[in-house]
């Protein structure tokens, strides 16, 4: 499958903790994407790389999120010190970045749940 | 502020019918717009886009429509299957910071 992959798919944790989100991209796409989605609700952007380098990330929701892509490939999602209201799902998406547009695939996601 | 939104939060429609979908949007300067499909336990689907220089683009049974005067999107799905049932988002992307609104729920009844 060369779609976009995440790990794990599921994980519960207990308020707290920290916990770290895995996205493997697409294999030529320079921009990962990370969204987080809760029930009912559309995903909401927190942060993208082009490459290895964060272009934006003013809007993850606190200080104690976190994204790396180091090589430029993988990325990871940390969330310090989890709290019950961080349960959601975590999106990840990627995309070849052509000029201003441009269709960004989805991977499955990682449903967090904090108790 | 900006926003995109649907109208509606659920339909159902019978199998075979043609489905319609709305979303507004509040953004003028947005110039290209995405439809997702959303299955339970999985990640959002493209479905079609459209850019603001156009006001049709088809696909394979799905038809996007785009009104700027009233700022308006329409995702048209022709002779919906059971396949179909989902939530369906609507999209507004600027310089790939894509904003969704909440979704639509599509119930398809055999």
């Known amino acids: 499958d060369t779609g976009v992959s995440q790990n794990p798919r599921h994980k519960i944790t207990k308020r707290g903790q920290n916990v770290t989100f895995r996205c493997d991209p697409i294999?030529?796409?320079?921009?990962l994407y990370w969204y987080r989605q809760t029930l009912g609700q559309g995903p909401e952007f927190l942060t993208y790389?082009?490459?290895?380098?964060?272009?934006?990330k003013s809007r993850l929701l606190s200080d104690r999120f976190s994204a790396e892509r180091p090589k430029g490939s993988f990325s990871t999602l940390e969330i310090q010190r989890t709290e019950q209201g961080d349960s959601a799902m975590y999106l990840c998406?990627?995309?070849?970045?052509?000029?201003?547009?441009?269709?960004?695939?989805f991977g499955p996601g990682t449903r967090l749940t904090v108790l | 502020g900006e926003s995109v939104g649907l109208h509606l939060p659920t339909l159902s429609v019978q199998e075979g019918d043609n489905s319609i979908i709305n979303c507004a949007y509040s953004?003028?300067?947005?110039?290209?717009f995405i439809w997702y499909k959303q299955e339970s336990g999985k990640g959002p689907q493209f479905i079609i886009d459209?850019?603001?220089?156009?006001d049709k683009r088809q696909g394979q049974r799905v038809t996007v429509l785009l009104n700027k005067t009233v700022k308006h999107l329409s995702l048209q799905i022709a002779a919906t299957q059971p396949g179909d049932s989902a939530v369906y988002f609507c999209?507004?992307?600027?310089?790939?910071?894509?904003?969704f609104g909440a979704g639509t729920r599509l119930t398809v009844k055999p």
């Open positions: 459209i850019r603001s220089n156009m």
């Open positions: 790389f082009q490459n290895e380098a964060q272009l934006e």
């Open positions: 953004n003028s300067a947005s110039d290209y």
């Open positions: 998406a990627s995309n070849e970045y052509v000029g201003r547009r441009g269709e960004q695939f």
């Open positions: 999209a507004e992307n600027e310089d790939n910071d894509m904003r």
């Open positions: 294999s030529e796409h320079n921009r």
